[in-house]
């Protein structure tokens, strides 16, 4: 399994970006999926995640209401919609895969991309 972010990039507080994670070297609709970021000073954080299916989603709430995470089997890509964007939201954002379960414990997904950028700023 190989996974590779896009999409990060600068944008102003309360505006909004659409992260990818595309996957290759497997069949994406065996993995669970999940969105990971890494902001100053802090450990990694689980933000969103989802079932094979697409069917199941989970978050944490600091980003309840906000951020939507959805995948597309078919291209083997999934997405990582951030609405209302806040400063404390920059970071470098990772996908991880796992074939067990939607964990929002970084540390069950052994697969992870190299990340990319969001930075949160005016």
């Known amino acids: 399994l190989q996974l590779a972010e896009s999409g990060g990039g600068l944008v102003q507080p309360g505006g909004s970006l659409t992260l990818s994670c595309a996957v290759s070297g497997a069949t994406a609709r065996f993995y669970y999926i999940a969105w990971i970021r890494q902001t100053p000073g802090k450990e990694h954080e689980g933000v969103s995640c989802i079932n094979t299916s697409g069917g199941t989603t989970n978050y944490p709430d600091s980003v309840k209401g906000r951020f939507t995470i959805s995948r597309d089997n078919s291209k083997n890509i999934v997405y990582l919609r951030m609405n209302s964007l806040k400063p404390e939201d920059t970071g470098v954002y990772y996908c991880?895969?796992?074939?067990?379960?939607?964990?929002?414990?970084?540390?069950?997904?052994?697969?992870w991309g190299q990340g990319t950028q969001v930075t949160v700023s005016s």
């Open positions: 991880g895969g796992n074939t067990h379960d939607c964990s929002p414990d970084p540390s069950t997904y052994p697969t």
